[in-house]
């Protein structure tokens, strides 16, 4: 075989001993084993149900780069899929730095192409996404990614590890449709440490013949945007400032055990207060159609568009789902991506919030949409001015 990337049994078995057991008792390891091996006649009967997916001649299939763009931005792409699957090639760097999450408060980061959340990856499904993880030698980490749109133990982890002055190409085939999360899984309470570190992004995999409304209609966007939700754990001095630090790991213990409360000192939209407000508002006009890809990949969430709706929500994230319709506010579950419908009738400036207000208005978890038009005001009106009590 001309690829022989690490996929035999006992390299996977290795590295899932080594990461994700690591720290585990006999006990908790043991108790995984009987709940993978117990049921011999559970076995057999979901066996003759069993349907491999079929094989496909990957050398075939046409190859496209996709230029991978910083968050709310997403990729350009085709709504509906033309021609057979191709092989969608994509790069992304590791960058460890330092970012402002807000007025005197900043964090060591670990992301995905320098931007939490990392970009947006945007294919249709059956596609082949053969990714190049890139680990720059100044990095002080390992690092690696798990997709949840791939299948695969541990979801490409155990085959995209990569020190400093490393790169490595893994591919998988999304064979669901959906909005996915993915995010760096290096083993243990590394695991944790770098997704709330900023170490998380989505994959868009859209259904070949485009989304379906809940009457199964073809639907479309004129704007599509990528809103990356982030809980940080700032360590704080005694006087109530937040600590800074020379790099990376200096601040990790710290953090380690802020984490530990469960308590964030901040829940922001891609990155940071105010990234997505004020002058970083997103576009749109009256009349368009706006598609809200939204992830979290640690905490649940409940975003809510004041003044607007979910026309059509995929709550799950499942694009194969009938979307739920006309929603005030949905649920996204931690290690989950939903995607959100709305066409604007009326223009000004709306508030796009995590629903726990706390966290949108005292934490940061906020954005903007600026929308463009004429005020109609059969939909809403001031019938009088305030004035003085009439009665």
Not at 230 to 235: E, R, T, V
């Amino acid at each position: 075989m001309s690829e022989k990337i690490a996929t035999r049994p006992e390299q996977l078995e290795s590295a899932t001993r080594r990461d994700f057991f690591k720290g585990a008792t006999a006990a908790a390891v043991g108790a995984a084993t009987i709940a993978a091996f117990g049921s011999v006649s559970a076995q057999a009967s979901s066996s003759a149900a069993f349907k491999p997916i079929p094989d496909v001649d990957i050398a075939s299939l046409q190859r496209v780069k996709q230029k991978l763009v910083q968050p709310p931005f997403v990729p350009e792409h085709d709504q509906v899929a033309t021609g057979k699957p191709k092989v969608i090639e994509v790069r992304m760097e590791v960058e460890e730095k330092l970012i402002e999450v807000d007025q005197g408060a900043k964090v060591w980061a670990c992301t995905f192409n320098g931007s939490v959340p990392g970009p947006l990856i945007v294919c249709h499904q059956d596609d082949y996404i053969e990714l190049t993880l890139v680990n720059p030698a100044t990095n002080q980490l390992q690092h690696n990614i798990d997709f949840h749109a791939s299948t695969g133990a541990m979801g490409g982890g155990a085959l995209t590890e990569v020190m400093p002055g490393e790169e490595v190409v893994f591919r998988f085939r999304a064979t669901k449709a959906g909005t996915f999360v993915y995010h760096c899984a290096p083993g243990g309470p590394m695991i944790p440490f770098h997704v709330v570190s900023g170490m998380n992004g989505a994959i868009m995999v859209l259904p070949r013949d485009g989304l379906k409304d809940e009457n199964g209609n073809p639907v479309r966007y004129d704007h599509a945007y990528y809103v990356g939700e982030q809980d940080f754990y700032l360590p704080k001095h005694s006087n109530g400032t937040y600590k800074q630090y020379d790099s990376l790991l200096h601040g990790m213990t710290d953090m380690l055990e802020v984490m530990k409360t469960l308590t964030p000192s901040h829940v922001v939209f891609n990155g940071a207060v105010g990234a997505l407000t004020g002058k970083n508002a997103l576009k749109a006009k009256v009349g368009e159609s706006v598609l809200i890809i939204h992830s979290q990949a640690n905490r649940d969430t409940r975003p809510h568009l004041i003044g607007g709706h979910g026309d059509l929500v995929w709550t799950a994230g499942s694009f194969t789902d009938r979307p739920s319709t006309n929603l005030e506010t949905w649920h996204i579950p931690g290690g989950a991506a939903a995607a959100a419908l709305y066409t604007f009738h009326q223009p000004g400036l709306y508030a796009y919030v995590n629903h726990n207000l706390i966290e949108a208005i005292l934490l940061g978890a906020a954005a903007h949409f600026q929308v463009e038009g004429d005020w109609n005001d059969n939909l809403m009106t001031q019938v009088r001015k305030p004035g003085p009590i009439t009665a």
